[in-house]
């Protein structure tokens, strides 16, 4: 398997050298093998992470922290263990649910769930960054644009909640408990018998090694698309389809700059636009949404699908990052329409 992606990784960056004028040979290092590099490891890291968490017994303990909803939507207490893990690192908690699912702990449909759900830790794992970023420039239309992408988050795992709640099969008791004892606290003092590295050994070159084996060559195609223009053709095109839909063409440059790969001047335009009156507030707010609706999915494409790919099998990974950037799209519009109905 790793032979043929990094077979495939061979092709396509000889084609992208041969055709692409972005790609060179000066370049690879910094914008291709650095990143690369970077992403590998802190995979790494996070499959360390996650197998340490299932074989020292701490998965009940973690999940006991948010058990009421997770109990609530038929999810159980590993479910929530990786809802909590993913506070901290995002790719510990897919290695974690992949591996529940593995051992036929979870079903298909709560991985994907509660991998939909994890949309809400990973909020504010990018919140302190861009809050006091974006604030300073946008000052009440920032608030007002945090606020709402928050709302929309909020209502798209309370829905998820609910969905779980009805259309997911609960956890047979007799499997949770033993005697009195939950299986997951079982099965964790039955781990901690057997050393942490020795695990780590036995499993983590094979899943690390499988990886690599989808990451480098998708990171790859992506890095190609990338450099030829691809994605930025598809963000431009759609951002003109939107502003001349919904807000004036003085925003245009809001919108394109938005969350593109230097969002800060995104909303450094949108500031002002405000400020020196071409746009209202109400505008530059719905410009900042679109821009977060338009950019956000092609930016997990470039970023996120590399290591969904890598963590899940291509093909579930793939419909799971398409499926989840689908809910956060159809969440962003719904409160941004009440917001230009209402405000």
């Known amino acids: 398997m790793l032979f043929i992606g990094l077979l495939v990784t061979g092709i396509v960056l000889a084609a992208g050298l041969a055709w692409v ?38 998965t009940s303990k973690l999940g006991a922290l948010a058990a009421p909803i997770f109990s609530f939507a038929n999810l159980g207490h ?17 290695a974690m649910l992949l591996g529940f699912y593995k051992e036929k702990q979870i079903t298909r449909r709560q991985l994907f769930l509660t991998n939909f759900i994890n949309q809400f830790p990973a909020f504010f794992l990018h919140l302190p960054m861009t809050f006091f970023i974006v604030v300073p420039l946008t000052r009440t239309a920032g608030l007002l644009y945090f606020l709402l992408t928050f709302l929309a988050t909020c209502v798209r ?19 949770v408990e033993e005697n009195g004892v939950q299986a997951g606290q ?7 018998k057997k050393p942490l590295m020795q695990s780590l050994k036995e499993k983590l070159p094979a899943r690390f090694l499988r990886v690599m084996a989808f990451v480098v060559p998708v990171y790859t195609v992506v890095y190609v698309l990338t450099a030829a223009g691809a ?19 003085q925003s245009l440059s809001v ?30 707010v719905i410009a900042l949404l679109l821009g977060n609706i338009i950019a956000f ?4 494409i470039r970023h996120q699908l590399p290591r969904y790919m890598g963590i899940f099998s291509p093909g579930m990974g793939l419909s ?24």
Do not use: H
């Open 21 to 58: 004028d972005g790609v060179t040979a000066a370049k690879l290092p910094g914008r291709l093998l650095l990143p690369l590099s970077r992403m590998l490891a802190f995979v790494c890291i996070g499959l360390v992470v996650a197998q340490a968490i299932d074989d020292t017994g701490w």
């Open 78 to 94: 590993r479910c929530s263990a990786a809802f909590t893990a993913a506070f901290f690192s995002g790719v510990s908690a897919n």
């Open 157 to 175: 795992t309370f829905l998820f909640v609910l969905f779980g709640r009805f259309f997911v099969k609960a956890p047979n008791p007799g499997y």
């Open 186 to 192: 079982a099965q964790g003092a039955s781990k901690k």
């Open 231 to 249: 994605f930025d053709a598809i963000e431009i095109f759609m951002t003109r389809f939107a502003v001349q839909k919904f807000v004036p063409a």
């Open 255 to 284: 919108v394109v700059l938005s969350f593109a790969s230097e969002f800060t001047a995104g909303f450094a335009a949108a500031g002002a636009l405000m400020d020196a009156g071409t746009i209202s507030m109400k505008q530059t």
């Open 297 to 300: 999915p092609i930016r997990a």
């Open 320 to 343: 799971m990052l398409l499926m989840g950037q689908g809910f956060r799209m159809a969440s962003i519009v719904f409160v941004g329409i009440i917001y230009w109905c209402v405000g």
